[in-house]
C-alpha cells in the first residue's frame, strides 16, 4: 500500500469548511483513497473513499488531484463533534492507519 | 453503512488469566475480519488478519499463540488474549470487510479496552 502524508494537527472554527490535506505521491493505478476518522475512544468511522474522481455523500466530499498525488477531505460546515484525528489511506489490500490529523474545531 | 458490534466494551482482568473479545457484523456477512490494537497517544495497529473457516494471519511481531482468533462464521470472529500480562493492556478494535468489487470498505467496531492488572 502506498505511503500517505498528513499534517499531524489542525484547526478549524466551527461553522466553516474544514480542508484536510493528504499526500500520497506513490499512489498505483488500482488503489482507493479511503478517509475515517476516530473520536476519542472510539473505534474508527469510514467517511468516505474513491479512486480518481470526486466524491460526495452526506458526511463530506473527497477532491483527488489529476494524477492522484494528492486528495483533500472537505467538511463543509464543521462541528464541534467534528473534533477528531482523521486518517488517510491508500489501500490495495489491507487498512493500515498512519498518524493522522488531529483536527480541532473550535467555537 | 454496515454495523459491526464487539463485546465486552471494557474489561479489566488479573495477570495469566485470558479474556475473549468478540467481533460481530450485525447486518452483512464478512468472510474477512481484521483485529486491531491501539496503545495511549498511538494509531491503530494491525495485528492480524481473519479468514472464516481459515486460519488467521498474523502481522510481523505478533504473537499467534498468545493471540488466538477465531472465525468459526460469517458474522463472527473473536479475539482471545491467553495469559495475559499488564503490557497487554491496551484498546483493540475489530473491523470488517464489507466486499464490492474493489471499492470494499471496511467498517470498524467500537473497541475494546482492556486493562490487565
Known amino acids: 500500500d502506498a505511503k500517505t502524508t498528513q499534517p499531524p494537527s489542525m484547526d478549524c472554527a466551527e461553522g466553516r469548511a474544514a480542508n484536510l490535506p493528504c499526500n500520497h505521491s506513490?499512489?498505483?493505478?488500482?488503489?482507493?483513497v479511503y478517509w475515517y476518522r476516530q473520536i476519542h475512544s472510539q473505534g474508527p468511522q469510514y467517511i468516505i473513499h474513491g479512486l480518481k474522481n470526486n466524491e460526495t455523500n452526506e458526511m463530506a466530499s473527497l477532491i483527488i488531484t489529476e494524477d492522484r498525488k494528492s486528495s483533500t477531505l472537505i467538511l463543509p460546515h464543521a462541528t464541534l463533534r467534528d473534533t477528531a484525528v482523521y486518517y488517510c489511506i491508500v489501500r490495495g489490500g489491507d487498512m493500515r492507519f498512519g498518524a493522522g490529523t488531529r483536527l480541532t474545531v473550535k467555537p | 453503512g454496515a454495523v459491526v458490534s464487539q463485546h465486552p466494551s471494557r474489561v479489566i482482568c488479573k495477570s495469566g488469566t485470558s479474556v475473549k473479545i468478540e467481533c460481530r457484523s450485525l447486518d452483512f456477512q464478512a468472510t474477512t475480519m481484521f483485529w486491531y490494537r491501539q496503545f495511549p497517544k498511538q494509531s491503530l495497529m494491525l495485528m492480524a488478519t481473519?479468514?472464516?473457516?481459515?486460519?488467521?494471519?498474523?502481522e510481523q511481531g505478533v504473537e499467534k499463540d498468545k493471540f488466538l482468533i477465531n472465525h468459526a462464521s460469517l458474522t463472527l470472529s473473536t479475539l482471545t488474549v491467553t495469559s495475559a500480562h499488564p503490557e497487554d493492556s491496551s484498546f483493540y478494535i475489530c473491523?470488517?470487510?464489507?466486499?464490492?468489487?474493489?471499492?470494499?470498505?471496511?467498517?470498524f467496531g467500537p473497541g475494546t479496552r482492556l486493562t490487565v492488572l
Open positions: 506513490t499512489i498505483s493505478g488500482n488503489e482507493y
Open positions: 481473519s479468514n472464516e473457516g481459515s486460519k488467521a494471519t498474523y
Open positions: 473491523s470488517a470487510r464489507v466486499p464490492a468489487g474493489g471499492r470494499d470498505t471496511q467498517y
